[in-house]
């Protein structure tokens, strides 16, 4: 069936709240209103007022409550209206949630989802645009997601809401209405911990994961004349598929890692540490990497577009690495 | 002068909304922030107003139609003597000014195909050799060092004359062979690695993509239980050199205490037969209830039968004190209790611990024989094969007869660092003779 990435989003819920009566949505306006963006549209009506449930305006709240709620058994799925406000359940994420196995050795768990939509490249200014993944794959104990696809959107929130442990979902606005693709009407899953290769090539890898999978797609197909390049989604952040990213890496030698998040503190400083560490006799250039510089997303569209990555700037990127 | 309405963006996520219906006709006058048509979107419906006060000269889409966001809807002619300034259109979208990823900030545009999920091909085979100086990256260094090349002879096409592994690659393909004798000493810039002569294979096993991550497969992480049971299998094979031995145990006359019990109302299974069998034999072979503690066999005073059971949480083992003080009936008992309690999850971490020898019981499925894997630290276990009616030759008043029998294939595990081929066939053996001679008083 021909799906948009937030009806991926909608589906995954709607079938794991009809499929489990453990689980729940919880959040700002998710209930009546069906959701900011309508991700949870008819859920509300579908599955009831106390499956599908309008919180306050406290995130703190929201992810203690859900917290409590999974260590009695539920796995509930909270909502963060933009994920930029999920720093105001920063604590409970990272000292309650994701400590939860660690401080009860193991005997409990805590299977939250805490998703929202994050990104930029929509004019949100900086309350509206932001990536913050980074944070939390510095933290153990937590699964990071972020998927780039409608399929993946699906597959990916499913395996979150029945894995054990908390899952942090990154889902990008500026895809939710602007893919539309032909996914099974059959369930399925996508793995945690599994990258997707998106297209093979020889001469240098590509590693990106969200929105710019698309533009780096892009530039793949309108560079095939000069450069054969192979395209990573990461898929999940945390933890990172290294046996996809370095079979690829040994393979062309040249790695770009292309993120909307800032640069500094990144996760592209990662994968090129790995990189660096454990595939140095394989390279054939520096491990380079394009992120959003290290600003806030302004809201002006042109100093938007001088911040963030952009087919422009992947294509010098890619140019500039093959040439090396 | 002539200005533009524009369907505005209701929404960070908003690409396009339908127009629902005109609120003014082509021709009309309009007053500034008035009104003109309402539309509808994903998230809200909305009425547009007017930019400007003026005459609406032109209205470009129906009722019903969708279009994108910043698409012209109508023409709106403002007065010039109007002191109010026209106001400025929209930013036009294009290039230059859109958004993130290029092209795809385009609201308008065709949606975004999917990208494809592709399959790792066969690994590339492994890259062949070279050697250098000026600047070269760490692949051609190795590469150099492997095949013993003179980097200086191979003309670099990269940034400032280096040499890239494609040049490597071209130089080796097209004959560049390396020399046929061992190289010189390893170029200045390779790793002192010793020379290898260039014949050698490279010295790394070629480099794999690693197994493709099929779609759909679901990853189930181990539960505790789980991890407990799948590291306590590898320690005991680790541990214990295991000899498995067989006896084919005629059960017909188990089968007919079995019988009579039924009649007298009291349903027993064919395990607390074989429990009780089992704790007779490891009265009379102490050896083989025994557990191993460092370089010391402990031979136990009591006997506990850890007894397998299958419950929805995985596999328990509930220990039965004392069983060969117990009669049948009260095994048979003491096996439905543990049992009812193990898939109701209320048995106690202590009745799980503290067995001698192990049993399992596979069941009705357990097929004709199977070969077990010792409980640590025991060095006996038992294993009940499926009980299935044969006919087999039997002396009957000195003639050789055929006769039907429920037969089974008992299988005993023993741990041969304690336990010698005579004690441990000898227990088997006493089992059987004690389930074949049916006495279980």
């Known amino acids: 069936m021909l799906v948009t990435y937030i009806e991926a989003i909608r589906q995954a819920m709607d079938e794991e709240l009809a499929r489990d009566r453990n689980v729940l949505l919880m959040g700002e306006d998710v209930g009546v209103l069906g959701g900011a963006f309508k991700a949870s549209a008819g859920l509300q009506e579908k599955h009831g007022a106390d499956r599908v449930v309008d919180m306050p305006i406290s995130e703190s709240l929201i992810v203690g409550a859900g917290v409590g709620l999974a260590v009695q058994g539920m796995r509930p799925i909270l909502e963060m209206q933009f994920i930029d406000f999920i720093s105001c359940g920063f604590d409970q994420i990272v000292n309650s949630a994701a400590t939860l196995r660690y401080r009860h050795g193991g005997q409990t768990a805590c299977p939250i989802v805490i998703r929202g939509p994050s990104g930029g490249g929509v004019h949100g200014g900086l309350y509206h645009s932001q990536n913050p993944e980074a944070w939390f794959c510095h933290v153990p104990g937590l699964k990071v997601v972020a998927p780039a696809t409608a399929y993946d959107a699906k597959g990916l929130l499913k395996s979150a809401i029945r894995d054990d442990d908390p899952v942090i979902y990154f889902e990008h606005k500026f895809l939710y209405r602007r893919i539309k693709e032909e996914i099974p009407a059959e369930e399925y899953l996508v793995p945690i911990g599994k990258a997707a290769l998106r297209k093979e090539g020889r001469d240098l890898t590509v590693i990106t994961y969200g929105a710019p999978v698309h533009a780096v797609m892009k530039a793949a197909r309108d560079m095939a004349t000069e450069v054969d390049i192979e395209v990573i989604d990461l898929r999940t952040l945390l933890p990172i598929d290294w046996a996809t990213v370095k079979g690829s890496v040994r393979k062309t030698g040249k790695v770009l890692i292309v993120h909307e998040a800032r640069l500094t503190g990144g996760i592209g400083g990662e994968v090129a540490a790995r990189i660096a560490q454990d595939c140095f006799e394989e390279l054939d250039g520096p491990v380079m990497r394009l992120a959003a510089r290290d600003v806030h997303t302004p809201f002006a569209p042109a100093m938007e577009a001088y911040v963030l990555p952009n087919q422009e700037k992947i294509t010098e990127a890619i140019r500039k690495l093959a040439a090396y | ?441």
Not at chain 2, 66 to 84: F, G, M, R
Not at chain 2, 105 to 115: E, F, K, L, V
Not at chain 2, 216 to 244: L, N
Not at chain 2, 318 to 333: F, G, H, Q, T
Request: hydrophobic share 40%.
């Open chain 2, 1 to 441: 002068m002539l200005i533009d309405v524009v369907m505005p963006q209701l929404g960070e996520s908003v690409v396009e909304g339908v127009v629902v219906k005109w609120l003014v006709e082509a021709g009309e006058l309009v007053a500034k922030d008035q009104p003109l048509l309402e539309i509808s979107t994903d998230k809200v419906d909305a009425e547009i107003p007017s930019p400007s006060a003026g005459r609406v000269t032109e209205i470009l889409v129906k009722p019903g139609e969708t279009v994108p966001i910043q698409a012209v809807l109508a023409k709106i002619e403002t007065d010039p003597a109007a002191s109010l300034p026209a106001p400025e259109a929209a930013p036009k979208w294009d290039e230059e000014t859109e958004g993130f990823p290029g092209h795809m900030a385009r609201t308008s545009g065709p949606p975004i195909p999917a990208p494809p999920r592709v399959e790792p091909s066969a690994p590339a085979p492994p890259p062949p050799p070279t050697t250098g100086r000026i600047r070269i990256t760490p692949v051609v260094a190795r590469m150099a060092a492997e095949h013993g090349l003179d980097l200086s002879k191979i003309p670099g096409t990269g940034i400032d004359g280096r040499v890239t592994r494609k040049d490597v690659e071209e130089y080796l393909a097209s004959g560049g062979a390396p020399p046929a004798g061992p190289p010189k000493a390893a170029p200045a810039l390779s790793p002192a690695a010793a020379p290898v002569p260039s014949k050698a294979a490279p010295s790394r096993a070629p480099i794999g993509s690693p197994p493709p991550a099929a779609e759909g497969d679901q990853v189930v992480p181990w539960t505790p239980i789980r991890k407990k049971i799948a590291e306590h299998m590898v320690r005991s094979k680790q541990t214990s050199p295991h000899v498995h031995i067989f006896a084919e145990v005629d059960m017909h006359r188990v089968a007919g205490v079995r019988a009579k019990s039924k009649k007298e109302g009291v349903n027993l299974t064919y395990l607390p037969f074989v429990i009780h069998a089992a704790a007779k034999a490891l009265r009379e072979t102490p050896i083989m209830n025994s557990t191993v503690s460092g370089e010391s066999t402990v031979l136990k005073k009591d006997i506990h039968i850890a007894v397998a059971v299958d419950t929805d949480k995985g596999l328990l083992v509930p220990v039965l004190r004392n069983a060969d003080r117990m009669s049948l009936k009260e095994i048979s008992a003491a096996m439905d209790d543990f049992g009812a309690r193990a898939k109701s999850g209320k048995i106690s971490p202590d009745e799980l611990s503290g067995g001698t020898f192990s049993i399992t019981n596979p069941g009705i499925k357990g097929n004709l024989f199977g070969t077990p894997i010792i409980n640590q630290p025991q060095v006996g276990i038992l294993r009940l094969g499926q009980i299935v009616k044969r006919p087999v030759v039997i002396d009957v008043d000195g003639e050789d007869s055929i006769v039907i029998r429920p037969m089974m294939y008992l299988c005993c595990a023993y741990d041969h660092r304690v336990i010698d081929g005579v004690a441990g066939n000898g227990f088997l053996y006493r089992v059987r003779e004690i389930l074949e001679a049916g006495d279980f008083s």
